[in-house]
């Protein structure tokens, strides 16, 4: 329950933080949408991992917002990893963390597709506390925070159950970004009753999972700014998550892959079982 975590959480500005997230797609994503010129798109690692001027500039607006509004805290964020590894360190350091990702789903951003969102989660000792998902261009903000539910828009959210003897809808890892033990594993998924798909934006996933309009994700990678706001929002729309070894997914890293989130814990222990049968 939230009260057996430190009293700090307790003060967390849950209205403020969405607000400084809205700030920061309005003044640095948005007016770049669909208008990004191609000197402000570079590859990082490859042509399907990209970052735009948007991205940099959203991250650095929100590591000077939510640092001001959590005196002490501290930014882990995609882009900053990115320029110094180290900086992933503080996960497993003393002080709150600011888990960023500030376009997820860079790719779609870029196709002016608008599947993408930022991502913010606060954690500490690897135990998240509370997260927001913010898709501004389809007008969807869920908010999550531990022991107090999740919400979208501000209307409960609750992930329900699959129908009994439905087809399970999966988004997945795509194989290019997998390794060959977690390629076997992901074609456990091509079973009797189960349907797999790629996934777009791993934050509007979870989000799908959250309300029920998606069964479950199976990913293979660990990296905390893409899962820890999901991963919030689904266990606090009731939803559940685990890796292929049974155990927790921790945000500290760490993990065996690949791991699921569905919207219950059946859903959950059933793609698990999957992923172990190769």
């Not at 399907?48 to 964020?77: C, F, K, Q, Y």
């Not at 500030?102 to 690897?126: E, I, M």
């Not at 990913?219 to 998550?241: I, K, N, P, Q, R």
Request: charged residues 20%; glycine residues 8%.
């Amino acid at each position: 329950m939230i009260d057996e975590f430190p009293e700090y959480v307790l003060d967390v500005p849950v209205a403020e933080v969405e607000e400084a997230v809205r700030e920061a797609a309005a003044a640095e994503i948005m007016p770049r949408f669909r208008q990004l010129a191609a000197e402000e798109i570079v590859e990082k690692n490859g042509p399907h991992d990209l970052v735009t001027v948007a991205d940099r500039a959203a991250e650095a607006h929100l590591t000077t917002a939510l640092t001001a509004l959590l005196p002490g805290s501290v930014v882990v964020g995609e882009e900053a990893v990115h320029a110094d590894p180290a900086v992933y360190e503080a996960l497993r350091g003393d002080a709150p963390v600011w888990i960023v990702d500030p376009v997820d789903g860079t790719r779609q951003f870029v196709h002016g597709d608008p599947g993408f969102c930022t991502l913010v989660a606060l954690a500490r000792h690897g135990e998240l506390i509370a997260s927001w998902t913010y898709a501004p261009a389809l007008e969807e903000c869920a908010v999550a925070v531990r022991g107090r539910g999740a919400t979208l828009n501000g209307q409960p959210l609750r992930s329900g159950s699959p129908a009994p003897g439905a087809t399970l809808e999966v988004a997945t890892s795509h194989p290019d970004y997998t390794t060959p033990e977690q390629k076997r594993a992901l074609l456990g998924l091509v079973a009797e009753g189960v349907s797999p798909r790629p996934c777009g934006s791993a934050g509007l996933e979870y989000l799908a999972v959250a309300r029920g309009a998606l069964d479950a994700t199976a990913f293979s990678w660990e990296y905390a700014w893409d899962h820890a706001a999901g991963l919030l929002l689904v266990t606090e729309a009731g939803g559940a998550h685990t890796t292929v070894a049974g155990e927790p997914f921790r945000v500290t890293g760490g993990n065996a892959l690949p791991f699921t989130a569905a919207r219950d814990t059946a859903t959950a222990e059933r793609i698990r079982a999957l992923l172990g049968t190769l």
